[in-house]
């Protein structure tokens, strides 16, 4: 009995990653699409891969693959959207807000700029988060509604680009 279940989970992860080969490409330009975001859609894809993986199981009472995956890749760009509105609210609010008597000065004005002319809002706002406000990876993932490797990666990103930008 074991073995055939085995067999079975086996057999639906062969079929998830056929099906999510057969359709990353337009799921990709789906998410593109929604988010405007190339490296946010690149992110969204992998967590549907990896959700759909999660729910392999439930593909047997599945009608139409393809619309499931898209369901899914539907959900996770709309939950981004959403979690980037209110990341950006509380940084407005952050920003708003005097600083308390004991903090060290403000970022200079030098700074600030950089930040605005090569990083966007969301990964400006990510940067900000965590480099001034001394926010974890794992509270990042948490406000944006991301997974930690997803914020760990943008920031990455993030760091690469204004280094590139300071080294010029």
């Given at each position: 009995?074991?073995?055939v279940?085995?067999?079975?989970?086996?057999?639906?992860?062969?079929?998830?990653?056929?099906l999510?080969?057969?359709?990353?490409?337009?799921?990709?330009?789906?998410?593109?699409?929604?988010?405007?975001?190339?490296?946010?859609?690149?992110?969204?894809l992998?967590?549907?891969?990896?959700?759909?993986?999660?729910?392999?199981?439930?593909?047997d009472?599945?009608?139409?693959?393809?619309?499931?995956?898209?369901?899914?890749?539907?959900h996770?760009?709309?939950?981004?959207?959403?979690?980037?509105?209110?990341?950006?609210?509380?940084?407005e609010?952050?920003?708003?807000?005097?600083?308390?008597?004991?903090?060290?000065?403000?970022?200079?004005?030098?700074?600030?700029?950089?930040?605005?002319?090569?990083?966007?809002?969301?990964?400006?706002?990510?940067?900000?988060?965590?480099?001034v406000?001394?926010?974890?990876?794992?509270?990042?993932?948490?406000?944006?509604?991301?997974?930690?490797?997803?914020?760990?990666?943008?920031?990455?990103?993030a760091?690469?680009?204004?280094?590139?930008e300071v080294?010029?």
């Amino acid at each position: 009995m074991i073995e055939v279940v085995e067999r079975d989970a086996r057999q639906a992860g062969t079929y998830i990653e056929r099906l999510f080969a057969a359709h990353e490409r337009r799921l990709g330009q789906f998410l593109v699409h929604v988010v405007r975001d190339r490296a946010l859609a690149e992110d969204l894809l992998q967590e549907t891969f990896l959700a759909a993986w999660k729910a392999r199981d439930y593909l047997d009472g599945v009608e139409n693959p393809e619309a499931w995956l898209f369901g899914i890749a539907r959900h996770r760009a709309l939950h981004a959207l959403r979690s980037a509105q209110r990341l950006r609210r509380a940084v407005e609010r952050i920003a708003a807000a005097p600083p308390p008597p004991d903090e060290g000065p403000p970022l200079a004005l030098d700074t600030l700029a950089l930040l605005h002319r090569v990083l966007g809002p969301e990964d400006r706002a990510l940067v900000v988060l965590a480099h001034v406000h001394g926010f974890s990876g794992l509270e990042l993932a948490e406000m944006t509604g991301r997974s930690h490797a997803a914020v760990r990666k943008r920031l990455e990103r993030a760091r690469t680009a204004l280094l590139q930008e300071v080294e010029r």
